[in-house]
């Protein structure tokens, strides 16, 4: 899949596409409901599917403590939208600069002039540009004059109106890590590459690999166990993700703790899916009680796994 970040890269070679607009957290079956589309629109008309979503997702950007938590980071919607079939992904950074583009240039400039847009589907309360002021209406009066069709999401989605981004936070919230694969069509995972941690679960026997979540906000927090991709082979283990309370830690991040595993598995990309629900995450009086409780858990997750 081809990769576009921000509108000064778009290149004369770049004109022509089906495109849709939007967050695609998660990019599930309701997302993949309406790319099924638009990559059978851009079939018909011989041009690409493209996607473009923002960074950071404008709430995260206005408000970013009310932002929903992010199901997936830059990296694994990029990755999930290629599994799907998107041809090209436009990501536009979103600052309050281009927030303050006036709509109808928006329009004109960037969807008819450089991308030679065909055949566009967003949601019916997509708003866009300065003061919000651009709308699915005036995409409908502006497709008409400069000849691209205009569609909204939902008349692909009646299928799937029960799957959503906040109801796949619901699930994995309440640890329903079964309904949550249902409604994404895979298992929720988190993905990335291993960065270097404090080193102090080497002290006690248990070495963790450490993961930057790369988000505002985590759906899930606490500790897990976990069935761990690497290298084509899935391990069990045992996950911890949040602030680490003990330690002082302040950042949200995943540790895991891979069983029958010995290497380095340092710069490598993991893929962590979480399996069980096992605790919150607590502060404990000192190391030696943290210490008893990451063996109890552990021993816990061992068994779950098994079962």
Known sequence: MQLIRGIHTIRPEHYGCVLTIGNFDGVHLGHQAVLAQVKAQAALRGVPATVMTFEP????????????????????KHLALAQVGVE?????????????????????????????????VVGDDFRFGKDRGGDFALLQDMGAVHGFTVVDTHSYRQQQQRVSSTAIRKALQAADFALAEAMLGRPYSFQGRVIHGEKKG????????????????????GVFAVHVRHAGQIYHGVANIGRRPTLNGELVQLEVH????????????????????????????????LQRQIIDDAELAQTLLRG
Do not use: M, W
């Open 57 to 76: 997702q404008p709430q995260e950007l206005f408000a970013p403590h009310a932002a929903p938590a992010r199901l997936t980071n830059l990296r694994e």
């Open 88 to 120: 090209r992904h436009i990501i536009i950074e979103f600052n309050r600069k281009f927030a303050s583009y006036p709509p109808r240039e928006f329009v004109e400039q960037v969807l008819v002039q450089q991308l030679g847009v065909q055949y566009l």
């Open 202 to 221: 080497r002290t006690i026997g248990f070495p963790t690999a450490n993961i930057a979540l790369k988000r505002l906000q985590s759906p899930l927090q």
């Open 258 to 289: 891979l069983f029958d595993f010995s290497g380095d598995l340092y710069a490598k990309q993991l893929e962590v899916i979480p399996r069980a629900f096992i605790r919150a995450e607590q502060k404990f009086s000192d190391f030696s009680a």
